[in-house]
């Protein structure tokens, strides 16, 4: 099985399971700088990054938007001055799919190529 931040997701539907309680702590050992968040009874998983400004912040945000589309999958981005907070879950399933997992790998692989990360 490849790595998550190698991995695709797949097609998003209703009937998916989510991830189950045995799987959980060994998805959440491999993106170990996510946080899990619960907002309205939906798990989500959710880390801020920090740049050097708004530009910066800006152009990060819009990368994780291009695998986003590629994925079809899209996250929560909220894009400040200086930081973008990014929550992944899977609305159809209104919880955690391997595929919030494997798209919050693939945004630290974006991260890592990103200018002006503070
Ligand atoms: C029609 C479209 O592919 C679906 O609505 C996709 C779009 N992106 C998605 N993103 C996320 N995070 N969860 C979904 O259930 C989802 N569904």
Do not use: Y
């Not at 989510?18 to 170990?32: A, N």
Request: hydrophobic fraction near 40%.
């Amino acid at each position: 099985m490849s790595t998550l931040n190698q991995a695709h997701c797949e097609a998003c539907r209703a009937d998916a399971p989510q991830v189950s309680d045995e799987e959980l702590p060994i998805l959440i050992k491999q993106i170990p700088d996510w946080n899990i968040e619960v907002r309205d009874s939906i798990m989500q998983l959710e880390k801020v990054f920090l740049f050097k400004n708004f530009k910066h912040a800006l152009a990060f945000t819009n990368a994780v938007g291009e695998i986003s589309e590629a994925e079809g999958h899209h996250p929560g981005l909220l894009t400040e001055w200086g930081k973008v907070t990014v929550t992944w879950w899977s609305h159809s399933i209104k919880g955690l799919h391997r595929n919030d997992f494997i798209m919050a790998a693939r945004t630290d692989e974006v991260a890592k190529d990103a200018e002006g990360r503070k």
